[in-house]
DNA sequence: TTGAAAGCGCTAACAG
DNA sequence: CTGTTAGCGCTTTCAA
């Protein structure tokens, strides 16, 4: 049950601490004869020696962690992956991590918690942020020295390295496909708007093609609430009790969408037949939902791919400065939208 | 950028780093003056001292940290969260883990690591496996001493602690629901089935059901592959193809039972008009979903809650032996079945 | 090519 | 009530 150590392999083989730590490591350059090697491997093996990578770290300045932040959305709420895209993203993450010596530290994150702290306690080597927005505490994160790659984050400054999408555009891209099949009143369906957030800019982005055609952006077409499957039935709940006449919906999240197609369906309206629906992240599920989403694609697991090798690079290279990927946005046709002839109504 | 250590605290407090550690962790029952706390807390406070974990727990021998180890379901697939079970399970264990202190040290597993050495790696407190096979190499986890609970694993071996369902009765229940319902010829759609998993055990369970109803189970009612969407629309074609006359299916996943649906849908057969549909798991997809599933319903957030705190009961008394929690069952009805009258076929 | 020794930051006896 | 001190397991000069 005694863990052993660098010591008792030295001592097994016959050799000090050093050289047991020397032939483990094997640093460029350095040399220690093929027989030591050889005697030393061999000790560790029959006393089945495992490293002790905190014990490590504490001397070499790194940890081989990668720390995930993912904020909890909804206060409170214990389940922070009810939306997939996060579970896609982290799976991304673990796989693309692992695959180069890293492992993952895991946290959520209440409010009132500052993202610097845990990642110091633990010494992680890079740091993963989802989603914050702008005037959160980042401050304490400036300072720990470690890389830190905000994931969808519209905060901007020269510590953090950002990986994203144009949200504006790719809510524009929608909502002008939308208008293309012949709609002209659309419905804004999303979770709160707050200032530089992800839905702030497909606010923007939807308002733009509206007004690009000459239409209206009316303010009983925006049903905003938390973007989460209940929030999408609660409005079409609303949809229906006030006889909205809204042809199409423009909704930011997939998970978001569904809650609105199933509530509609539940009421009796058809979808695309009554109303279009476009979403955003084309997430797996908008493919298996049904009718299945015709939405924004977005390469979720590219995203946890570059942010784990964005980390990677500025660990490798620290003074190359502050790197900024976005990623594409292509509109995925599926069954949710159907053209409106202009009569139509 | 220089870390802040105790040392700094201690000599800016005036006192020695064993007061300072003693004063920071505070364990029950030691004194120190009111007045030397409030110099240490205000040191610590000016200086903005962080506590190096990795260095704590160097010489108090643990950690604060949870492994979690998630089997790479399909090899190569970096995709592990397809299946949104995992990401409700993680969610839970996640939160369970913060709220009591502890962080999370999340790995995916191939088939050539062992779960051991990444646990002794990082010295984690304790560990919780996800889904493994009698069979696999557990050996090695038995002897690092560290609490280790499995999840849905029909592994039994007096040093781990499990929580998990009855597969098999949760199998049979569906079973036989479908058969009062009516249906006489019930397909099995399933991921792989290997001895003593989770999948054995449910077919087990259905083909309980069938013979106690005097059914015969017949080998091509039986459809077979992974636990993934794709593989659900692929046995959907399968059925359609085969011009299968099944009226029932019991599908052993929800996420299966989407694809199989979907896949159904798409090719014209209607859901519960032509055929019924019973999952297993009740993720929240199940509800999502159109139609929406009947399935056999458990509380995959208790499970997650239930790791932790199985993990945590453990670590507070060693040597309390040996845990094991079965969580209830129950069948959820929603709208994916039909009853079928005697003489309808 | 190898070893001795000084830490990394913290805890926990043991003294005082 | 507080300080001294000896590690925890490992890396890394510096010498030999």
Chains 1, 2 share one sequence.
Do not use: W
């Amino acid at each position: 049950m005694k863990r052993v150590s660098i010591k008792d392999v030295a001592r097994e083989a016959g050799v000090s601490t050093a050289t047991v730590s020397y032939v483990l490591n094997r640093h460029p350059g350095e040399s220690i004869s093929a027989e030591t090697t050889q005697r030393v491997l061999e000790a560790a093996a029959r006393l089945n020696y495992v490293p002790n990578l905190n014990a490590r770290s504490l001397s070499s300045r790194h940890t081989n962690l990668i720390g995930v932040l993912i904020p909890q959305t909804e206060p409170g709420k214990a389940f922070v992956f009810s939306n997939p895209f996060y579970g896609e993203l982290l799976s991304a993450i673990e796989y693309t991590a692992r695959e180069n010596g890293y492992h993952l530290l895991l946290s959520g994150t209440r409010e009132d918690q500052n993202y610097a702290s845990i990642a110091q306690n633990r010494g992680v080597d890079g740091i993963v942020i989802v989603g914050t927005y702008p005037g959160e505490n980042l401050d304490a994160l400036r300072t720990i020295g470690v890389p830190v790659v905000l994931v969808d984050s519209y905060v901007t400054d020269s510590a953090f390295h950002t990986i994203g999408i144009r949200d504006r555009e790719g809510a524009r891209m929608a909502t002008q496909y939308l208008i293309e099949k012949g709609h002209r009143d659309i419905a804004f369906v999303s979770g709160s708007i707050r200032e530089n957030g992800v839905n702030s800019k497909r606010y923007q982005g939807y308002c733009e093609a509206m007004q690009a055609a000459g239409l209206p952006v009316r303010q009983d077409a925006l049903y905003l609430g938390t973007v989460s499957h209940e929030f999408g039935q609660q409005a079409a709940d609303m949809y229906v009790q006030r006889g909205a006449k809204q042809t199409a919906a423009f909704v930011t999240a997939d998970i978001l969408a569904m809650g609105f197609a199933k509530g509609l369906m539940e009421r009796g309206v058809s979808i695309p037949k009554d109303i279009s629906i476009v979403g955003f992240d084309d997430v797996y599920l908008a493919q298996m939902c049904y009718p299945s989403l015709t939405t924004v694609h977005q390469d979720i697991a590219q995203k946890g791919k570059l942010a784990v090798q964005c980390i990677l690079d500025a660990l490798e290279n620290p003074n190359a400065g502050r790197m900024e990927h976005i990623l594409p946005l292509t509109l995925t046709e599926r069954d949710s939208v159907e053209e409106r002839s202009a009569g139509e109504c």
